[in-house]
């Protein structure tokens, strides 16, 4: 039993993911339902197999790989939350793991299951936001390595909406070719979307993404992929020396710009491909407006499990040299990701053998018969009208061909009723050129023809353009972010052919006053055309209180008042004012009892000192209480003395009075007898 194995649900990783049921189990690796317990929400976990778990240069570099996707922040990636290790009581090794986005949907290998080859419209609404996803790795540094409909996920966007296409496992290839478990000159990749370049080399670039989606194009668009074999190396060998067909030999529909597109990304020599995935998707968004396809909707396939799972990664042998007895391991799937060595020349009994063509069975003909004497004038005659009538109906059979409607007079097709894809095809099959437009209908699906202009039936001259208008279906409420204005969020909704109305505003402490906070019902959600739809209107702020009166209390005091009443408060700075204690609250910003527009309250505190008591002290005990209390003793005169010239040196009388509350640094005068 390995770890990766059902018996594992219930398990909680890290004290925190827990394992619920299994979704797919592959040679390398588990994929599980799971929860995280800390913030309540459905992840898969991604469990590997020991043996990688167990190398310490594995999980080193699947941190660092887990690390690297982690900063992949796209719509069209699998986001990655989390990766760990895990070491469960009483188990022999610990369980590296993957936690990442749970998509509600399937894989794009379920939906090629499903329907086999792919609607053009259909595949290009794939590849490009597969494309998207690549170009933003490749932007970032990073390559996938291993591009194929197992890992291209499409799960649920919305209640209203189709499937949303999704890439995911980035980075992991390249942590399990780093373990110890193969030797540095393997390589890892799904065999039948492997570069020329990985075979040989092992090398793993963003010109090498662009070769495997290449393929996984070719396989939509055909329901296969260009090599197959009894082998994994045979289909490897192909790889590095055959290039890859052209699609419409297995589908003559294909227009020859999809043709051409497939062939320069996945040209044998890198340097003649697109350098990076970016490329790709501008070269296929051209394609895409030069045929007049417009995106639809992609469907959710039913779920047979989440990555790159299901009887994935087998170890072959090397291609350069074959031991002994070792056998090479057949290739039941096309899809299956593979350790493979660097290949040199082909091993034997790689030389392809074709089947011996018979040769055409010879017809038997009959001996001729021996003319009978005619007039030699009367023969010639015969052979001379036989060669005119078959010379005439030769010209008449030419003209028959040079002279069809298809030639001079093209009709246009039946299209009501039919796909973009297919009324595409259509018309090209008839040698007239799609125009395609949108409008919204209540009853009509999606991507379905309304009507053609001009009408079906009607003779046109070849190469002519044909308007064909699509339905968009019911329409949606637009997606209008918090913050937007209202006069945009009334045009967006009147784009969408809705009806804008004002609801009922509303306090919001994060929207301006007079900007959108929501609308009802909320985006994505279809109507019928001119359906209404109640916009939210912000306030602003819940108003806040009056600013309390706190003049005269302790700093203390005066900050809990005002917290307790809403507001945040803050000393802003230090005055003197004589009729307020010193230390206590002389005044806020704003004012008491004003309307405060924020929270934040400033508080000014009194540096006021009260004068201490120095009457009949020294002189020198009584300078030394002032100073202590930050203030400056001033003797007025000379020594004091009592009557009849006794020797008293104290004070008699000082001035402020004590108790006065004065400004630090204050003088304050002080009086001795006789003086």
């Known amino acids: 039993m390995t770890r990766t194995h059902p018996s594992l649900v219930g398990t909680l990783l890290e004290r925190r993911y827990r394992v619920d049921r299994l979704l797919a189990h592959g040679g390398m690796s588990s994929v599980y339902q799971g929860t995280d317990t800390r913030l309540d929400r459905p992840v898969a976990i991604k469990i590997m197999d020991p043996r990688f778990a167990d190398d310490r240069s594995f999980v080193d570099r699947f941190v660092r790989e887990a690390q690297s996707a982690a900063q992949l922040h796209h719509p069209h990636v699998v986001a990655v939350h989390d990766q760990g290790f895990d070491l469960p009581p009483g188990a022999e090794s610990g369980l590296a793991f993957l936690v990442m986005e749970l998509v509600d949907g399937g894989t794009l290998r379920d939906l090629l299951d499903e329907r086999g080859p792919l609607d053009v419209a259909l595949a ?15 932007q970032a540094g990073l390559v996938h390595r291993d591009v194929k409909p197992e890992n291209v996920l499409i799960g649920r966007s919305g209640p209203h909406t189709g499937g949303a296409v999704k890439v995911a496992d980035f980075g992991l290839v390249r942590a399990v070719a780093s373990a110890g478990t193969t030797s540095s000159s393997v390589i890892l990749g799904t065999v039948a979307y492997l570069s020329p370049e990985q075979v040989e080399t092992g090398a793993a670039s963003s010109r090498g993404d662009v070769y495997s989606a290449g393929i996984l194009l070719y396989e939509m668009l055909t329901g296969q992929v260009p090599y197959t074999g009894d082998t994994a190396i045979s289909v490897a060998y192909r790889h590095v020396n055959d290039d890859v067909p052209r699609p419409s030999a297995l589908r003559p529909d294909l227009p020859p710009e999809l043709d051409d597109l497939i062939t320069r990304a996945t040209r044998r020599d890198p340097g003649q491909r697109p350098a990076d995935a970016g490329e790709f998707l501008t070269e296929l968004t051209a394609v895409r407006a030069q045929l007049g396809l417009l995106p639809v909707t992609v469907p959710i396939p ?4 989440q990555g790159d799972v299901a009887d994935t990664e087998r170890t072959l042998p090397r291609l350069p040299q074959v031991p002994d007895g070792e056998k090479t391991m057949p290739v039941h799937r096309p899809n299956a990701t593979r350790a493979l060595s660097h290949p040199g020349t082909p091993p034997p ?6 089947p011996p063509v018979r040769p055409p069975v010879a017809r038997r003909r009959s001996e001729p018969e021996p003319e009978k004497p005619a007039d030699n004038r009367k023969r010639i005659a015969i052979i001379a ?16 061909l040079t002279d069809t409607g298809g030639d001079k007079t093209a009709t246009v097709p039946k299209l009501v009723g039919l796909n973009q894809a297919a009324a595409g095809d259509a018309l090209r099959a008839v040698k007239l050129t799609p125009q395609f437009s949108q409008e919204y209908d ?7 023809v309304l009507r053609a202009e001009p009408a079906e039936g009607t003779p046109l001259t070849p190469n002519s353009t044909v308007s ?3 339905s968009k279906g019911r329409p949606a409420v637009p997606d209008i972010r918090p913050g937007t204005a209202l006069p945009d969020a009334e045009n967006a909704i009147k784009t ?28 994505g959600s279809q109507l019928n055309i001119g359906g209404q739809v109640t916009i939210i209107v912000s306030k602003g702020p819940i108003p806040l209180p009056p600013v309390p009166d706190v003049t005269g209390r302790s700093k203390d005091e005066a900050f809990q ?4 009443a809403g507001f945040e408060p803050f000393q802003a700075g230090e005055e003197f004012k004589q009729d307020v204690p010193g230390g206590a609250v002389t005044r806020t910003d704003p004012p008491a009892n004003s309307q405060a527009k924020e929270k934040r309250i400033g508080v000014f505190v009194n540096n006021a000192v009260q004068v201490p008591d120095v009457r009949f002290r020294s002189f020198d005990d009584a300078r030394k209480i002032l100073e202590q209390a930050g203030l400056k003793a001033d003797r007025d005169g000379g020594k004091g003395r009592g009557p009849g010239g006794g020797g008293f040196d104290f004070v008699f009388n000082q001035d402020p009075q004590p108790g006065t509350f004065v400004q630090k640094g204050s003088k304050v005068k002080l009086k001795g007898f006789g003086q």
């Open 124 to 138: 290009l609404s794939v590849a490009e936001p597969v494309l998207s996803a690549l170009a933003a790795a490749h």
């Open 561 to 564: 008042l005002l917290q307790q």
């Open 385 to 400: 009208g036989a060669v005119l009538l078959f010379g005439g109906l030769i010209t008449a059979f030419v003209f028959m």
């Open 442 to 448: 209540n009853s009509v699906p999606s991507n379905t």
């Open 302 to 305: 039913v779920s047979r499990g």
């Open 496 to 523: 969408a052919q809705l009806t804008p109305v004002r609801g009922t505003d509303d306090y919001d402490a994060e929207v301006p006053q007079g900007a959108v906070i929501r609308t009802e019902p909320a985006a």
């Open 468 to 470: 064909v208008v699509l």
């Open 349 to 354: 009994g790689m030389t392809q053998q074709i």
